[in-house]
């Protein structure tokens, strides 16, 4: 039996598995240097109805790809502008109107259409009469894109590469000479489980990211798959790196073209939603922004968010809302869909530095530079306990509570001494950590390890002290920075540890 595939269709297969895994930079290499193009989506129906509803970034995600005309690509552009001007997000228009190889294509062949948009930028205000065409709608814009698209693209089976490159493994099989047969299958799902790494503290530099002490890293996070890690930096920049090379990530479009995530201000905080798609982002300023990640795109602003810096930002489970605390000692529930804050609690009398959702989303715990810990109703929004442990000296800042992974009604308390606490819900201490340097270091920053079983705390000494959970034991100490540091992050499944300091450096370290 022999498989007969045409070269332009053995360039689509290879298209087709670049594309299912976000392998985006190389197809597009690939297809600038054929000229073969894959207009393909993974359905036509759902494609459809995204632009019928005005999803854009998903649209947008989706045609990253496509050859598509011309024409059809302005008509496109021209609509998301429009929306987004509508919806009063005139930055992020502005930035497609004027960056965009469409909409630099309209300036050159329709001046008059291009400058209708600059000039709707301009106004205070929306008027669909204004913006449309005599007899059009947004509606009836996104029906003809919509009908425009769909005649470009078609949908093929999903991973046809390698279904092909399986079935002729199975056939050579069948032709070797110790071929299995399927009641002999071999069962590789243990040896999967064999690859999970046993957590252990760290005990050397893995490397290093300069940064420069003007624009030092303020905040960080590792992707919940563990393939980048995120900064916030001083100077109001937002960037994903690659873990393993250290470098800028270039696999994000935006970012290979050197354009970044920016706030106005430091960049204090950040968090992903449950899917991974959405990052937000806390400033110095008191503004959070939401930015969808392939696109680099901000999808929702909360220009009054607090009135001082925001300290902490968490998502809901469902991705609904998003949990902020704040300098200006309150913490607020915000709605992602309408943009506006829905809840504030009261009742801190100094910063709020932490806070967080329980695992069942039922209360929210906070830590504070009061002194204390509080447990929230999220319903409510009442405070139905304030804690201060008994191994807490008055008074003294909490820097973190961080809910145990193994154990969702204890959380770990962090504060400005040299001691750290288990507690759980009912205010009671379970376990207690000490750095046995009580005169040299107050922990100013802490992480707990994805399977909880090592706690890891950083001192004013610039010293990262590892705890054993189940023990209890100091296990390991050492020197991370020679300046003050600001943070620290543990990754979500690999033995590796950013800390991040005012000396401008970023250090990752592992076993």
Same mark, same amino acid.
């Given at each position: 039996?022999?498989?007969?595939?045409?070269?332009?269709?053995?360039?689509?297969?290879?298209?087709?598995?670049?594309?299912?895994?976000?392998?985006?930079?190389?197809?597009?290499?690939?297809?600038?240097?054929?000229?073969?193009?894959?207009?393909?989506?993974?359905?036509?129906?759902?494609?459809?109805?995204?632009?019928?509803?005005?999803? /854009? =970034?998903?649209?947008?995600?989706?045609?990253?790809?496509?050859?598509?005309?011309?024409?059809?690509?302005?008509?496109?552009?021209?609509?998301?502008?429009?929306?987004?001007?509508?919806?009063?997000?005139?930055?992020?228009?502005?930035?497609?109107?004027?960056?965009?190889?469409?909409?630099?294509?309209?300036?050159?062949?329709?001046?008059?259409?291009?400058?209708?948009?600059?000039?709707?930028?301009?106004?205070?205000?929306? =008027?669909?009469? %204004?913006?449309?065409?005599?007899?059009?709608?947004?509606?009836?814009?996104?029906?003809?894109?919509?009908?425009?698209?769909?005649?470009?693209?078609?949908?093929?089976?999903?991973?046809?590469?390698?279904?092909?490159?399986?079935?002729?493994?199975?056939?050579?099989?069948?032709?070797?000479?110790?071929?299995?047969?399927?009641?002999?299958?071999?069962?590789?799902?243990?040896?999967?489980?064999?690859?999970?790494?046993? %957590?252990?503290?760290?005990?050397?530099?893995?490397?290093?990211?300069?940064?420069?002490?003007?624009?030092?890293?303020?905040?960080?996070?590792?992707?919940?798959?563990?393939?980048?890690?995120?900064?916030?930096?001083?100077?109001?920049?937002?960037?994903? /790196?690659?873990?393993?090379?250290?470098?800028?990530?270039?696999?994000?479009?935006?970012?290979?073209?050197?354009?970044?995530?920016?706030?106005?201000?430091?960049?204090?905080?950040?968090?992903?939603?449950?899917?991974?798609?959405?990052?937000?982002?806390?400033?110095?300023?008191?503004?959070?922004?939401? /930015?969808?990640?392939?696109?680099?795109?901000?999808?929702?602003?909360?220009?009054?968010?607090?009135? &001082?810096?925001?300290?902490?930002?968490?998502?809901?489970?469902?991705?609904?809302?998003?949990?902020?605390?704040?300098? =200006?000692?309150?913490?607020?529930?915000?709605?992602?869909?309408?943009?506006?804050?829905?809840?504030?609690?009261?009742?801190?009398?100094?910063?709020?530095?932490?806070?967080?959702?329980?695992?069942?989303?039922?209360?929210?715990?906070?830590?504070?530079?009061?002194?204390?810990? &509080?447990? /929230?109703?999220?319903?409510?929004?009442?405070?139905? =306990?304030?804690?201060?442990?008994?191994?807490?000296?008055?008074?003294?800042?909490?820097?973190?509570?961080?809910?145990?992974?193994?154990?969702?009604?204890?959380?770990?308390?962090?504060?400005?001494?040299?001691?750290?606490?288990?507690?759980?819900?009912?205010?009671?201490?379970?376990?207690?950590?000490?750095?046995?340097?009580?005169?040299?270091?107050?922990?100013?920053?802490?992480?707990?390890?994805?399977?909880?079983?090592?706690?890891?705390?950083?001192?004013?000494?610039?010293?990262?002290?590892?705890?054993?959970?189940?023990?209890?034991?100091?296990? &390991?100490?050492?020197?991370?920075?020679?300046?003050?540091?600001?943070?620290?992050?543990?990754?979500?499944?690999?033995?590796?540890?950013?800390?991040?300091?005012?000396?401008?450096?970023?250090?990752?370290?592992?076993?």
């Amino acid at each position: 039996m022999a498989v007969e595939l045409e070269p332009t269709d053995v360039i689509r297969l290879i298209m087709q598995y670049l594309k299912e895994n976000n392998l985006y930079r190389t197809l597009m290499t690939l297809q600038e240097e054929t000229t073969v193009s894959l207009n393909t989506v993974q359905s036509i129906e759902s494609f459809i109805e995204d632009i019928n509803r005005g999803h /854009w =970034d998903s649209v947008l995600l989706a045609i990253e790809s496509l050859k598509l005309p011309d024409n059809t690509l302005i008509d496109l552009y021209e609509q998301v502008v429009m929306e987004l001007i509508e919806m009063r997000e005139v930055g992020a228009a502005r930035s497609l109107l004027r960056q965009t190889d469409p909409m630099i294509m309209l300036k050159q062949t329709q001046p008059e259409r291009y400058t209708h948009l600059e000039k709707l930028l301009t106004y205070p205000y929306f =008027d669909p009469r %204004e913006a449309y065409p005599k007899g059009s709608s947004k509606e009836k814009q996104r029906r003809a894109i919509a009908e425009a698209l769909a005649r470009e693209v078609s949908v093929v089976p999903p991973s046809r590469l390698i279904g092909l490159l399986e079935q002729v493994s199975y056939m050579k099989r069948q032709l070797s000479p110790g071929y299995l047969s399927p009641e002999m299958t071999i069962d590789t799902s243990a040896s999967k489980e064999q690859h999970v790494e046993k %957590e252990s503290f760290p005990s050397q530099l893995y490397r290093h990211i300069k940064f420069g002490r003007r624009s030092h890293v303020e905040c960080a996070r590792f992707s919940p798959n563990g393939k980048f890690l995120i900064t916030g930096s001083v100077d109001g920049y937002i960037v994903f /790196w690659n873990v393993n090379s250290g470098k800028i990530c270039k696999d994000l479009k935006y970012q290979a073209q050197e354009s970044f995530m920016m706030m106005d201000d430091a960049v204090l905080c950040m968090c992903f939603n449950q899917d991974a798609d959405l990052l937000a982002t806390g400033a110095q300023n008191g503004k959070i922004k939401v /930015w969808k990640i392939k696109s680099g795109l901000c999808v929702r602003r909360f220009e009054h968010a607090h009135n &001082k810096g925001v300290t902490c930002l968490n998502f809901s489970k469902d991705s609904d809302h998003i949990l902020s605390a704040s300098f =200006d000692q309150t913490i607020r529930i915000h709605e992602l869909r309408s943009g506006k804050t829905l809840k504030e609690l009261n009742g801190h009398s100094s910063f709020v530095n932490d806070a967080c959702f329980t695992q069942d989303g039922l209360h929210i715990i906070s830590a504070s530079s009061d002194g204390t810990v &509080k447990i /929230w109703n999220t319903k409510s929004c009442e405070c139905v =306990d304030t804690f201060k442990s008994q191994s807490m000296a008055p008074d003294v800042p909490v820097n973190n509570v961080i809910p145990l992974p193994q154990k969702p009604e204890e959380f770990v308390v962090c504060n400005h001494s040299s001691t750290v606490v288990i507690m759980n819900m009912h205010g009671q201490t379970v376990k207690t950590f000490c750095s046995e340097q009580p005169q040299k270091a107050g922990f100013v920053c802490c992480t707990v390890s994805p399977h909880g079983e090592w706690i890891y705390c950083v001192g004013e000494d610039c010293v990262l002290y590892c705890f054993n959970y189940t023990t209890g034991k100091l296990e &390991k100490t050492l020197t991370v920075h020679e300046k003050d540091v600001i943070g620290i992050a543990h990754h979500p499944h690999e033995n590796l540890i950013a800390t991040y300091s005012e000396d401008g450096l970023l250090r990752l370290w592992k076993p």
